[in-house]
T-cell receptor, first 113, second 112 residues
Framework: DGGITQSPKYLFRKEGQNVTLSCEQNLNHDAMYWYRQDPGQGLRLIYYSQIVNDFQKGDIAEGYSVSREKKESFPLTVTSAQKNPTAFYLC????????????FGPGTRLTVL | GQQLNQSPQSMFIQEGEDVSMNCTSSSIFNTWLWYKQDPGEGPVLLIALYKAGELTSNGRLTAQFGITRKDSFLNISASIPSDVGIYFCAGQGPAGANNLFFGTGTRLTVIP
């Protein structure tokens, strides 16, 4: 099946620890995105990548880092510098600059204890 | 980043009723998208609109791309319990712009 997978579904972290969220797609999409969603709010863009080995900061990049070493993978690291990391994290992808439609993964809920 | 004005914030309706929600923006968009999100899941694309004035249906859902390119609405006819969820609009700007801007969502509750 083609699609976007995120793992794990639920993640618990102690304060002060870094944690990496996985996002994989087998849709052969060029662009990938990471969003953060807080209760009662819309999605806010953290980072995005249009091609391999390139990525750009979104609106709330502070305390996060990403890499794009392979087309199908775009992992997000939540560092200890992120002051309020508890949230629902969504990964998305789209075909390329000719497409405007993003498709989302199932999300990872991160809770910092 | 820009967020779109989406209304209403929440709706409680009886099963069988029709629903309407809309999004407005201060900027012109080239694309409007409507997504539905179930609790604890990622948003699922419902309808994509690419042209001003476009009216598109997907089953009981109908969405329109406003003539001014600054607004869009989504209608759901004859609501059923599984329509429950949060509906998001999203808009994308001029050609070359890479990012979607999202509304704050409309939470729909359908009372059987």
């Amino acid at each position: 099946d083609g699609g976007i997978t995120q793992s794990p579904k639920y993640l618990f972290r102690k304060e002060g620890q870094n944690v990496t969220l996985s996002c994989e797609q087998n849709l052969n999409h060029d662009a990938m995105y990471w969003y953060r969603q807080d209760p009662g709010q819309g999605l806010r863009l953290i980072y995005y990548s249009q091609i391999v080995n390139d990525f750009q900061k979104g609106d709330i990049a502070e305390g996060y880092s990403v890499s794009r070493e392979k087309k199908e993978s775009f992992p997000l690291t939540v560092t200890s510098a992120q002051k309020n990391p508890t949230a629902f994290y969504l990964c998305a992808s789209k075909a390329g600059t000719g497409s405007n439609t993003q498709y989302f993964g199932p999300g990872t809920r991160l809770t910092v204890l | 980043g820009q967020q779109l004005n989406q209304s209403p914030q929440s709706m409680f309706i009886q099963e069988g009723e029709d629903v309407s929600m809309n999004c407005t923006s201060s900027s012109i968009f080239n694309t409007w998208l409507w997504y539905k999100q179930d609790p604890g899941e990622g948003p699922v694309l419902l309808i994509a609109l690419y042209k001003a004035g476009e009216l598109t249906s997907n089953g009981r859902l109908t969405a329109q791309f406003g003539i001014t390119r600054k607004d869009s609405f989504l209608n759901i006819s004859a609501s059923i319990p599984s329509d429950v969820g949060i509906y998001f609009c999203a808009g994308q700007g001029p050609a070359g712009a890479n990012n979607l801007f999202f509304g704050t969502g409309t939470r729909l509750t359908v009372i059987p």
